[in-house]
């Protein structure tokens, strides 16, 4: 299975519904909305899936990609969807495991885009939110994506976190796009 990307690149999916890839429509309207921001940012994407938001992210020439993703087929798929799309000078990296526990790995680092695309009813949006505010993961006016239902049982989101705060909200059929921004001082 493939889907397509920025600049017609063809880009490899798992077969069967281990992943979901986000929709081609949410994928441009992510971008429409963060054009101008994308070229030389620092692209965390969280529960990686296929890979498409980084790999669609470097193809509008981010500086850095990494993924967390928990199934080592997806992980692999990234790899590869990566590889094909990045430049010499772009750094990616994929890393393996419960994107909860291998937050922690990110310490210290800053993304000025972070996309969180988690299982819908998977009880992952207020602790990995959480867990981003707590380690400081989002940059000074940077974004995070939060691809959800738009179902409000099966995606509970917070409003606020101590550094996060919610600033834009988009429904595009069966999926929901909830953007935070850090409210830390430049």
Known sequence: MSIRIYGNRELKTLPGLETRPTPARVRQAVFNIWQGSIADCRWLDLCGGSGAMGAEALCREAQMAIAIERASAACDIIEQNWQKVASASQTIRVIRGDVLDRLIDLAGQTFDRIYFDPPYAGGLYQPIL??????????????????????????????????LELCLHKVYGNTAISFYRSTIEV
């Open 130 to 163: 959480a867990e981003i505010d707590r380690l400081q993961l989002l940059a000074p006016l940077g974004e995070i994506a939060v691809e959800h239902s738009p179902d409000p049982q099966l995606s509970i989101l917070p409003a606020s976190l101590p550094t």
